[in-house]
């Protein structure tokens, strides 16, 4: 066999190797942009089991305050208080950027977020950054940890409070 066929031949073969290792990545990336609209939807229908179903159990929330909620209850629990209150009209999550790991079953998203509230004075906006790390499960990806940073407010005097 001459050497051209043999380097033509190894080229095919790590070329077929780097799409096989891009199609799972691009797969992944879309899959979890659609979680992430479809938990953005569960939030703007107030739909609680909905909004949880993209959560581990064990997840781990830093909210844009800084608290800190732990365990997939706790963050219901805490989210049914704010879907009951009429000032609550929602938050977005905005993916920017999605990374697969190449050594292990996570990702990391990276993304900016806003969250309005209806005040007497008018409508408050909070907005900030965000990291999610998910892990892929036998059941698709679900969120692992959460970290919420609030850089700005506005719209109401709420905002210095």
């Known amino acids: 066999m001459s050497r051209f066929v043999i380097c033509f031949w190894l080229v095919?073969?790590?070329?077929?190797?780097?799409?096989?290792?891009t199609k799972p990545?691009?797969?992944?990336?879309?899959?979890?942009?659609s979680l992430r609209a479809e938990s953005n939807q569960a939030i703007q229908a107030k739909d609680l089991s909905g909004f949880g179903q993209t959560m581990l159990p064990e997840i781990e929330v830093t909210r844009g305050s800084g608290s800190h909620v732990s365990g997939r209850d706790s963050v219901l629990a805490s989210v049914a208080v704010?879907?009951?209150?009429?000032a609550f009209l929602g938050y977005v999550r905005y993916t920017d950027r999605i990374d697969i790991s190449t050594t292990s079953p996570l990702a990391a998203e990276h993304g900016h977020w806003e969250g309005r509230f209806r005040r007497s004075d008018g409508t408050q906006l909070i907005t900030g950054t965000y990291l999610a790390m998910w892990r892929k499960t036998d059941s698709g990806w679900k969120i692992r940890s959460e970290l919420f940073v609030s850089l700005s407010c506005t719209g109401s005097a709420a905002c210095g409070k």
């Open 12 to 21: 095919g073969l790590v070329s077929l190797n780097l799409v096989a290792q």
């Open 25 to 33: 990545s691009s797969l992944d990336v879309a899959a979890i942009r």
């Open 82 to 86: 704010q879907f009951k209150d009429p």
